[in-house]
C-alpha cells in the first residue's frame, strides 16, 4: 500500500526538477512526486507530495526529511492526512442540485445563487425575547383571530 507524504514550507521560487532532486537518493522507494503549483503564475504554492511504497520507507523518509534546509528554508515533512469521506460527500449534494451538471466555469451562465436563509426551529424551552413578548403575544392573538375568522 502506498503513503503519501506532505512537503511543506517550499520556496515559492521552487521548480519541479529541483523538488525532484532532493528525493534522488531514495527514488527507488518513490512511486510519484508531486509539486503543488498555483494556476494562474504556475509557481509554487509552498507545498508538495510524495507518495511512496510503503509505510515504513514513509517513516523512514520523514525522519531524514524533516528539518531539512531547501534554499536557507525548514523543510517540513509528515505523513498527508487521508481526505475524509465526510467532507467528500458534503460537497456532492450542492453540485449535484447545481443548474448545468455541477461543472463551474468562468461564464456566468447557468445557475442561480441559493438562498439559505434556513432557520432552525428554536428549543421549546427558550423564551422570546422580553423586549419583543408583549407585540409577539399581540401578533398571535390576530394571527389566531385570522384563521378562526377564516
Do not use: H
Not at 25 to 30: F, G, P, W
Not at 61 to 80: C, F, H, P, R
Amino acid at each position: 500500500m502506498s503513503v503519501r507524504l506532505y512537503i511543506g514550507n517550499l520556496p515559492r521560487d521552487l521548480e519541479r526538477e529541483e523538488f525532484e532532486a532532493v528525493f534522488a537518493e531514495d527514488v527507488d522507494n518513490i512511486v510519484s512526486v508531486k509539486l503543488i503549483a498555483d494556476r494562474k503564475t504556475g509557481k509554487c504554492r509552498g507545498f508538495g507530495f510524495v507518495t511512496v511504497k510503503t509505510d515504513e520507507i514513509a517513516d523512514t523518509l520523514v525522519s531524514k526529511y524533516n528539518g531539512q534546509a531547501l534554499q536557507d528554508i525548514t523543510l517540513k515533512v509528515e505523513k498527508a492526512m487521508p481526505r475524509s469521506k465526510e467532507n467528500e460527500g458534503a460537497a456532492a449534494p450542492v453540485a449535484a442540485n447545481r443548474k448545468g451538471g455541477g461543472k463551474r466555469n468562468g461564464s456566468g451562465g447557468g445557475g442561480r445563487k441559493s438562498n439559505n436563509n434556513y432557520i432552525a426551529p428554536a428549543p421549546e424551552n427558550t423564551q422570546p425575547d422580553p423586549r419583543w413578548a408583549s407585540d409577539l403575544e399581540k401578533l398571535k392573538e390576530m394571527l389566531a383571530a385570522q384563521t378562526t375568522a377564516s
